[in-house]
């Protein structure tokens, strides 16, 4: 699949507005999409900001092989190359491998982890030239082991302690590496 300029690449069992979240939680497959260039989701209370995909509500699923690329929007603090949410069950039993993020405004965003356990973010690319973004958003504490991180490549232009941004402190690679294993 091709996604161009859409404000959301694509959501998987994340559900927002009039519908309940699937009981249980969905499962299936994110494989090989091309998402690129991506713009502005307008007049909502999270503020203006583009996602690649929208990740939430997962009892188990298979990311892998994904090129999400280039964000053009103009916010900032909601969106992500990869969202991960706590809708519904959250995210559960979830590989994401394999993937290339590049040049987004946080290549990953996890709000929060609340019903996230057993997810892997292992052999992504992720890369951005922002000056004004981490490379990865953790909303909560690292330590708590709800989402392994192995083998990743990251480059970004920001200085070199503030490629991570776990519960709003800024981290460089080392520290990084350190805490969250990868």
Not at 5 to 27: A, E, K, M, R
Not at 126 to 140: F, M, R, T, V
């Amino acid at each position: 699949n091709l996604f161009i300029q859409n404000s959301i690449g694509l959501s998987f069992g994340h559900v927002l507005g009039g519908s309940d979240p699937v009981s249980g939680g969905v499962t299936g497959r994110i494989e090989k999409n091309v998402i690129v260039e991506s713009t502005d989701l307008t007049n909502t209370s999270a503020g203006r900001r583009g996602q690649g995909m929208e990740i939430g509500n997962t009892k188990s699923a298979l990311v892998t092989g994904n090129i999400v690329s280039r964000d053009l929007s103009e916010g900032s603090e909601n969106g992500g190359g990869i969202l991960l949410t706590d809708n519904g069950v959250g995210v559960e039993n979830t590989n994401i491998t394999g993937n290339v993020l590049f040049e987004w405004k946080k290549s990953l965003n996890v709000n929060d982890d609340i019903g996230f356990q057993n997810v892997l973010f292992a052999d992504n690319i992720l890369q951005s030239s922002d000056e004004n973004q981490p490379l990865i958003k953790y909303g909560a504490d690292l330590r708590n082991g709800k989402i392994t991180y192995k083998n990743n490549t990251y480059y970004s232009s920001l200085s070199s302690n503030s490629w991570f941004k776990p519960q709003g402190s800024e981290l460089g690679f080392v520290s990084w590496s350190s805490i969250s294993g990868d």
